[in-house]
């Protein structure tokens, strides 16, 4: 498991590691052991690792009992684990790794939500909630094809990169991408051309993604596309803005109808769940936006099944229009239903506030 970016010296990377007294120990006692590099994700980890130090230690010590001081040894094991405690402490974020739709993820889990992040993909695949709902909901099939993957492979989470050499990066599916664990709580994403790079982060009540490298050759948007709280049901749903809401307008996508406005933020319900998701920019631009639902066959919002099409600075006939490198985007879970322009104020009040912590 290598969470270190390409060149990086992993024993400069992450604090929870133990080197030199452990291989001094080894060779002590007639081994050449190499040190392990630990990367616990919680405290308990942290507590397991220092007991097996500690065993290693005393082992060490029974076999060289003329030649090693038993109190240093006890120092150096007790300041280690105080160190790994403050260092890495529990921050109510677990990252763990697993397959989905044939691909390697980091699964995250939250307190209010579990995202699938694709490696290669550099995108998420699915956007958990607390109910079990998959905002996004991809699958590899059909693949790319229109408006057929509309119920598949065109969902994902910021799908970043279109129509260029790097066409893919960002949109889980896709392997033009690295992506490595940072800390308990961040991944890094390159693409494997090293044009492209964003950072991740979670919180417990939302995630942040910052643009940290792009292109200077090619533009990008930022996207939400997937099934408003697990399924296709335009008529039950909703949408508001930060310059209004909430609005129940049916977009239909397919037969070329679509809004084109500049939005700081959106948020999505389903009058059937008390949960919305936003997204957010962190600094206004002038770029268009757009919105629309695709239904995954001619019949439209009709469909069977779909998703909402949703763009940061996607411009008519699908052009991504962004260019700032160092652009941040929140995205997350709100706890309510928006039934009226109350509860709407209520949403801009909470978004607001995240936006200026």
Not at 44 to 68: D, G, P, V, W
Not at 94 to 123: C, M, N, R, W
Not at 132 to 149: F, H, Q, R, T, V
Not at 257 to 277: C, E, P, S, T
Request: net charge positive.
């Amino acid at each position: 498991m290598n969470y270190a970016t390409p060149g990086a010296n992993r024993h400069d990377f992450f604090p929870c590691e133990y080197r030199v007294e452990h291989r001094q120990m080894s060779r002590s006692s007639g081994e050449n052991h190499q040190a392990q590099l630990y990367n616990p994700s919680s405290r308990m980890a942290c507590i397991f690792l220092h007991q097996k130090l500690l065993a290693r230690e005393q082992k060490a010590f029974s076999n060289t009992r003329n030649s090693i001081n038993f109190g240093a040894m006890m120092y150096r094991l007790t300041a280690t684990f105080i160190f790994l405690t403050i260092a890495w402490p529990s921050s109510g974020i677990d990252i763990s790794e697993d397959v989905f739709a044939g691909a390697p993820h980091f699964v995250i889990k939250t307190k209010q939500a579990t995202y699938f992040l694709d490696k290669e993909g550099g995108g998420l695949s699915r956007m958990i909630d607390e109910y079990g709902n998959d905002w996004i909901a991809y699958k590899s099939d059909p693949w790319n094809l229109y408006p057929e993957s509309a119920a598949s492979s065109y969902r994902g989470l910021p799908n970043l990169v279109f129509r260029s050499d790097d066409n893919g990066a960002g949109h889980p599916g896709h392997k033009v991408c690295y992506s490595f664990q940072v800390d308990q709580s961040t991944i890094l994403t390159i693409s494997k051309n090293g044009k492209w790079q964003w950072r991740w982060r979670f919180y417990e009540r939302y995630a942040t993604l910052t643009i940290e490298k792009t292109d200077p050759e090619s533009k990008y948007w930022f996207l939400y596309e997937g099934p408003i709280a697990g399924e296709f049901r335009p008529k039950f749903q909703y949408w508001g803005t930060n310059l209004g809401g909430p609005r129940r307008e049916i977009i239909d996508y397919y037969k070329g109808d679509k809004i084109f406005a500049n939005w700081h933020w959106i948020y999505f319900g389903d009058m059937r769940v008390k949960q919305i998701l936003f997204v957010a920019m962190e600094n206004p631009d002038r770029q268009i936006d757009s919105l629309g639902f695709l239904g995954n066959s001619s019949q439209g919002i009709q469909a069977e099944d779909g998703m909402v099409v949703f763009g940061f600075g996607r411009q008519s006939d699908a052009q991504p229009q962004m260019t700032d490198p160092h652009n941040t985007f929140y995205f997350g879970f709100i706890k309510m239903r928006v039934k009226n322009q109350n509860s709407h104020e209520n949403v801009v009040k909470r978004i607001d506030k995240l936006l200026k912590e």
